[in-house]
Each structure stands twice: as structure tokens, then as C-alpha cells.
């Protein structure tokens, strides 16, 4: 059975762009592979966290996973932190990857033209290693990800291909899985960059947001100039945008929706989309409030789920230390 595994940082509130890029599209492999999701909270603390806040957002991370679908009967749900293997795995990777290879990843080459390099982390620059040590350690065969860390997946593969071809066959080769709709969902306020929770509040959605909130917001989103619904992504980015948000909230396709809205311009499709995104989130927040409240539910879900997955790491880590003669 293939093993499908894949991940959100807890470095803030989820937003839509989480749910409709990732989330919502995790649950439909259970019980058709072998499913692990986890939380890297290691990955997280590249920036500045406040302890008490990442503490509180894993928890929160832990419990949308399991509003959104995700069983934990069914799948093995972890906390990154808790499975040491995968920062074992990460130092012994950082020695069949290049100082030249991490330089080019494209969030550590922004944030270094931006700030110079030199003030950099050295866990922005390595991260991409520990990634990849996350998804070897399982075997992953499948990862579902936003088109924006298919770099870090081919990475993934580089360390392992070269690892295989020097101790014979070690590492599964992961795949990158990318939703056709709503792989990389835009901000409001910019469709040119990807939505993101550290960014201005009016260019994101957060999955916990208000019903009020979420109708100024959708209202002030930026469009196009032609007042037509039409899906362009090219030339026309914003409205293509909110037509890709109102398909994963409405499980329908980008013909259909342009269809039901021909002849009717902006403000009627965005009080339309904006209606349907609060209804969607008033469900699912109704169900993460009740998981978030029972956290000792959520801390045998952590404990039972990280120990499944150490049993694995643990045994796929002994296999590499022995090839490279490690004891």
C-alpha cells in the first residue's frame, strides 16, 4: 500500500488558502493508502515564536486536522517534536546536499536578496533538508503540497537518488500531488502572491474568522477591470482567483460557476461567494470548537499517533545509520 504524507507549520492561524490548498483534500485517502499527516512545529521556529503561542496553534493545528476529516483511527496524525528521528535524519542528509543546492530554494533566495544573507538563520537556509528528512523517513510515496514547495519536493528526491545510488536502495522517491483547483490559493489583496497569514490582514481568510469579517474582506477583494466572471488566469488574475476560492467551497467546477454568472458582474458574485465561505466556515468552526475544547482528547491523539510514527522512523533511520556505518 502506498504511503501518502504531508504537513502544515503551526506559524499562525489557518487560513482558507490552508484548507483549500491542503486540508480538505487530505481526508480522501484514508483508508486508500497508508496516511500520516503531521505537525512540524521544528520547522516553525526558523522565526521567532512565542513559546506559549506555538504550543497553543499545535494543539489548534492538531484539532483542524481532525475537523477536517482526518481519524486518527485511520491515520497516523504526529507532532514533528516529538519523533526526534526526523532531526537525527536531517543532520545525516545535510551531508549528501550542497551549500549551492539550498541557496537556490526560493524562500531562503527571497528573504537573503531582501535582508542579505548573512543575518539569515541557518534553519531558514537548512530547512529544506529537515522537509526532506520528514517525508524519507516514511517512505512517502505520495505528498500532497501547494505548487509553491514542489521545489522542496524535487530536493526531497535529489537527496534520496543520491543517497540510493551510493548504499543501494534506501529512500522511497516521493511525488509531488497538487489539486487541479485551488492548489495555491492568492491573496485578496494581491492575486500576484500566494495568500499568507503574514501578510496585510485584508489579503487572507482564516479559518476561524467571522461572518462579518469574512463579507468585508471578500467585499474589498481586488478585481478586474471588465466586470465579467471569467476565468483568465493570465489576464485576469483576481477575479480567476476568487472563482478558484468559490470552487473548493463549493465542490463545483470553474465552467459551472462561470456559467451561473454570466451577465452578472462583481458585487452579486462576491456577495454570492462571500455567503457561501461563511456558511462553509460557521460548520467547520463549529466542529474545531468542540475538538479544541477537549484537550486531553487532542493530547492522546498527539502521544498514541507520534509513538505509531516513531516506530516507523526509528526503523528507517537504524537502516540508514547501519549503510553508513554509524552505531
Not at 205 to 214: G, H, N, R
Request: charged share 30%.
Amino acid at each position: 500500500m502506498k504511503t501518502v504524507f504531508s504537513g502544515l507549520k503551526p506559524s499562525g492561524d489557518m487560513t482558507i488558502g490552508n484548507y483549500l490548498g491542503a486540508m480538505k483534500n487530505w481526508p480522501y485517502q484514508q483508508g486508500l493508502a497508508r496516511t500520516i499527516f503531521f505537525v512540524p512545529n521544528a520547522h516553525a521556529i526558523t522565526v521567532r515564536q512565542d513559546p506559549t503561542e506555538l504550543k497553543k496553534r499545535t494543539y489548534d493545528l492538531v484539532a483542524w486536522l481532525i475537523t477536517v476529516g482526518l481519524d486518527p483511527k485511520k491515520s497516523i496524525i504526529l507532532v514533528q517534536s516529538k519523533v526526534p528521528a526526523h532531526a537525527e535524519l536531517c543532520w545525516i542528509l545535510d551531508n549528501y546536499v550542497t551549500m549551492g543546492e539550498l541557496s537556490r530554494m526560493t524562500e531562503y533566495k527571497d528573504k537573503s536578496q531582501k535582508l542579505g544573507p548573512e543575518g539569515q538563520l541557518v534553519g531558514l537556509f537548512n530547512y529544506p533538508v529537515l522537509m526532506a528528512a520528514d517525508i524519507l523517513l516514511y517512505d512517502a510515496n505520495e505528498v500532497p503540497v501547494g505548487e509553491d514547495q514542489r521545489q522542496h519536493l524535487e530536493l526531497a528526491r535529489t537527496i534520496a537518488e543520491r543517497f540510493n545510488r551510493l548504499y543501494g536502495n534506501t529512500f522511497v522517491l516521493p511525488k509531488a500531488t497538487i489539486p487541479k483547483t485551488g492548489a495555491r490559493i492568492m491573496g485578496l489583496d494581491d492575486p500576484t502572491k500566494k495568500m499568507s497569514k503574514s501578510d496585510h490582514p485584508d489579503s487572507f481568510i482564516m479559518l476561524a474568522e467571522t461572518a462579518d469579517s469574512i463579507r468585508k474582506k471578500i467585499k474589498r477583494a481586488v478585481t478586474d477591470s471588465d466586470n465579467r466572471i471569467i476565468y483568465d488566469k493570465k489576464g485576469k488574475p483576481a477575479v480567476s482567483n476568487l472563482i478558484e476560492i468559490y470552487a473548493g467551497f463549493s465542490d463545483e467546477t470553474i465552467s459551472v460557476i462561470e456559467k451561473r454568472f454570466v451577465g452578472k458582474g462583481y458585487g452579486e458574485f462576491k456577495a454570492e461567494l462571500a455567503e457561501l465561505v461563511v456558511e462553509k466556515l460557521s460548520q467547520l468552526q463549529a466542529e474545531f470548537y468542540k475538538i479544541r475544547d477537549n484537550e486531553a482528547m487532542l493530547d492522546k491523539v498527539i502521544d498514541s499517533g507520534s509513538a505509531k510514527a516513531a516506530e516507523i522512523a526509528n526503523e528507517k533511520l537504524r537502516e540508514v545509520k547501519e549503510k553508513i556505518g554509524l552505531l
